[in-house]
């Protein structure tokens, strides 16, 4: 049972940097995986990121490597994504995630996390 609040969405110019945060209820400790999804209209959900939280190891779609960092702040019980060089594909409803039931097979699939975030969202303009 995890409570998991987002924020830090906007509005930026192609480019651009934002960071997201997702305050969570329980330490993060308590989940096996986090994640970051998003979901722009029309368009499936995709995962943009994840970390093992035990380990720090990280996980990165293709389209977002190099540009997006995930990181966690565990005496905040915060995760975040540092989204830098945005383009204007970037824009979605941003989620934060935990999986804390059993051990994602895929971190960057939906399937595995069973906590959600209402979602932020990221607006990238051209």
């Known amino acids: 049972q995890v409570q998991l609040v987002e924020s830090g969405g906007g509005s930026v110019q192609s480019g651009g940097s934002l960071r997201l945060s997702c305050a969570a209820s329980?330490?993060?400790?308590?989940?096996?995986?986090m994640g970051w999804f998003r979901q722009a209209p029309g368009k499936e959900r995709e995962g943009v990121a994840a970390?093992?939280?035990?380990?720090?190891?990280?996980y990165f779609a293709d389209s977002v490597k190099g540009r997006f960092t995930i990181s966690q702040d565990t005496a905040k019980n915060t995760l975040y994504l540092q989204m830098n060089s945005l383009k204007p594909e970037d824009s979605a409803m941003y989620y934060c995630?935990?999986?804390?039931?059993?051990?994602?097979?895929?971190?960057?699939?939906?399937?595995?996390?069973?906590?959600w975030g209402q979602g932020t969202q990221v607006t990238v303009s051209s």
């Open positions: 329980a330490s993060t400790q308590s989940s096996w995986f």
């Open positions: 970390i093992r939280v035990s380990y720090g190891t990280t």
């Open positions: 995630a935990a999986a804390t039931s059993r051990w994602p097979r895929a971190p960057l699939s939906s399937g595995g996390y069973d906590y």
